[in-house]
């Protein structure tokens, strides 16, 4: 049977991570992490000198986090909700751009929460996976949703006719980030989102090209 495909990311989607990433840096690692910008590449300084982070080390802590901190993250409001009662209109599926050997970890994550759906790794640029995945699923109308415009941007060049819902779920960063260009919508707010994405599962209606 042919169904809608809605294939999420997870990270300030699904569940908050910046926020106890943050505090993470803060409890254990004296490194501040300020939220007020959407350049991730000056916002952590070691509290000590005042000196920002090099993007070595930040990649290094993120990986730190993932190994070891993952129990810290919550859902963000309703999205687990918000998923569980979509998986009636369409197959769900999570992109996650974290290394392979992450995938069992993320995906009982996630089922902790209520969630128990399919986790697919990717790192980069998120186009290619995406397109993988409906070459596999074969949906009538597919909708991608996540918070970086780059992987927005990813998704539209290769699969310009799949919708594209730019959410970013954390309300301290959200106000901070531009909406992707490349999404057709932008909404931060699950019980906002769903009747926008409602209406693309039931009536099938493929994405206009931006």
């Known amino acids: 049977m042919i169904r809608p495909l809605i294939i999420s990311d ?16 803060d409890e254990d690692k004296s490194i501040d992490f300020a939220l007020d910008s959407a350049d991730f ?13 090099k993007p070595e080390e930040i990649w290094a802590l993120l990986g730190g986090f ?5 129990h810290r993250q919550k859902p963000i409001k309703y999205a687990i909700e918000s998923l569980n009662s979509l998986s009636k209109h369409a197959d769900i599926v999570v992109l996650t751009n974290l290394m392979d050997d992450r995938n069992e970890a993320r995906r009982q ?19 290619p996976a995406l397109a993988k995945i409906i ?28 919708w594209r819902l730019h959410m970013v ?42």
């Open 66 to 70: 993932f190994d070891s901190e993952m």
């Open 109 to 127: 994550q996630l089922a902790s929460f209520g969630l128990e759906v399919p986790v697919h790794c990717n790192q980069g640029p998120k186009g």
């Open 135 to 162: 070459d596999d699923y074969k949906p009538n109308v597919a909708l991608f949703i996540d918070d970086l415009a780059n992987h927005h941007q990813s998704a539209g060049e290769l699969l310009p006719n799949i």
């Open 10 to 25: 997870c990270d300030e989607v699904l569940l908050h991570m910046v926020v106890p990433f943050k505090q993470w840096l």
């Open 169 to 210: 779920g954390e309300p301290k960063l959200a106000p901070h980030i531009k909406a992707a260009p490349h999404a057709h919508e932008r909404i931060d707010n699950w019980e906002k989102a769903m009747p926008w994405i409602l209406n693309i599962m039931t009536t099938g209606k493929i994405a206009p090209n931006l």
């Open 41 to 53: 590449t000056h916002a952590l300084r070691h509290r000590d000198s005042g000196a920002v982070l």
